[in-house]
């Protein structure tokens, strides 16, 4: 989990790279924060969309994910 911290962090470093540069350290840093966040930001996606529901025209009820695994079963069986 990426905490404020860690934002604020992401923050000065970037802030600090487009007024003076940053050694070679904090750019290393700057990268390894970086992923961390975009990781914890993906999962938390994921996470949201696991738990959505579409209601179909017909009234049913479906979840995002297995939707989305019956369209990539249609598609692949027209190609």
């Known amino acids: 989990m990426v905490t404020q911290d860690t934002i604020n962090r992401i923050n000065e470093l970037y ?6 540069g ?6 290393q ?3 390894k924060l ?3 966040y975009i990781e914890a930001f993906r999962s ?4 949201t969309l696991d738990t959505i529901k579409i209601k179909n025209p ?3 009820i479906i979840d995002v ?3 989305h695994e019956e369209k990539m079963k249609n598609n692949a069986d027209e190609k």
């Open 44 to 47: 938390n996606l994921k996470g």
């Open 15 to 20: 802030h600090k790279s487009k007024a003076e």
């Open 58 to 60: 017909d009234g049913s």
């Open 34 to 36: 970086r992923k961390e």
């Open 22 to 27: 940053l050694t070679k350290e904090e750019a």
């Open 29 to 31: 840093e700057q990268i």
């Open 65 to 67: 994910k297995k939707r």
